[in-house]
DNA sequence: TTCAGGAATAGGAATCATTCTTAAAAAGGC
DNA sequence: GCCTTTTTAAGAATGATTCCTATTCCTGAA
């Protein structure tokens, strides 16, 4: 993992206090939660700053932007592979450590502490037709197009 | 499941249209691209008739509403339980069949033709908070609050 | 059949998360 | 300090979805 000496990013204030906020909670907060902490520390800050430099850390492997579902994007502080649940009424989003996957299948996860009413699965990948624009070097996650 | 003539709605041509056409995809499609399909034998619907009306054959589980990952929800005809790729480059998605799930760890699923890049895995249920919350009665779901 | 009341619709405005734009400020190297 | 490049603040723009409202459509009781 790149470490923060270590990145092509210059070290700003700004996103040396997004850093440490993120990297100091357990939670993982969307971009407008993390911006109402970030702006007590620095209250000039912009929502946008926020939201780009999340993006760039997260494009140099400092932290992890969470493919999760729901209407925001949720970021973690902590790098490493893990699972997440997910809360259905708060939306509230926290790790599922390793040791605690024994408990799931009982619908409470003790370590946690929530209650496990299922999970999703998604798989990822290339469809047929993408396969072959990707063999061919064709740009990965262009716009999606516009409807006509 | 229910069935189309059990609903307690109102079965109108639009809502059969949209039903029929959606059931006919083995697609998933977003509201807009049913939309695009569902206009040319109703020219006059409008995008939100079809947005609320998903959410309603959803709600009576006439259809299903896809909990995936991507920046636009999709509907499946097929209520039935089943597993999901997403193309990574087009954002398309199929179905896995269960007889296919032997394929996944090789990385090619050979019967929907996906190049299997990996999986998300997500746990959902009740926070240690909404767990309380849900067993006094309170709602599911509020309206996420606004940011201060 | 007719008609009142509820449900559904078209069309567009509003909302919300996210991305983009631009001019000004800050970093780093020299 | 000076120059070049990156980053920033602020707000506009975008895209998906939801909401609003006046109108139209159903349905069932009279």
Redesign the interface.
């Known amino acids: 993992m790149l470490e923060l000496d270590e990145t092509p990013l210059r070290m700003t204030s700004q996103r040396k206090v997004i850093i440490d906020e993120l990297r100091g909670l357990r939670t993982h907060p969307t971009a407008?939660e993390l911006?109402?902490r970030v702006r007590k520390k620095r209250p000039r800050i912009s929502l946008s700053t926020v939201y780009r430099n999340l993006e760039q850390l997260a494009g140099c492997g400092l932290i992890q932007k969470l493919?999760?579902?729901g209407?925001?994007r949720r970021y973690d502080g902590d790098t490493a592979a893990h699972?997440?649940?997910?809360?259905?009424?708060?939306?509230?989003v926290?790790d599922?450590p390793s040791e605690a996957m024994g408990d799931?299948r009982k619908g409470v996860?003790k370590t946690c502490?929530?209650?496990?009413?299922?999970?999703?699965?998604?798989?990822?990948?290339?469809?047929?037709?993408?396969?072959k624009?990707?063999r061919r070097g064709k740009p990965?996650?262009?716009k999606?197009r516009k409807?006509?």
Chains 1, 2 share one sequence.
Request: with cysteine; net charge positive.
């Open positions: 407008d911006f109402l493919d999760l579902c209407s925001q699972h997440h649940v997910r809360c259905l009424r708060c939306g509230r926290d599922i799931l996860c502490d929530y209650e496990i009413i299922g999970y999703r699965l998604e798989y990822l990948g290339f469809c047929p037709r993408c396969r624009q990707v990965v996650k262009p999606p409807k006509g």
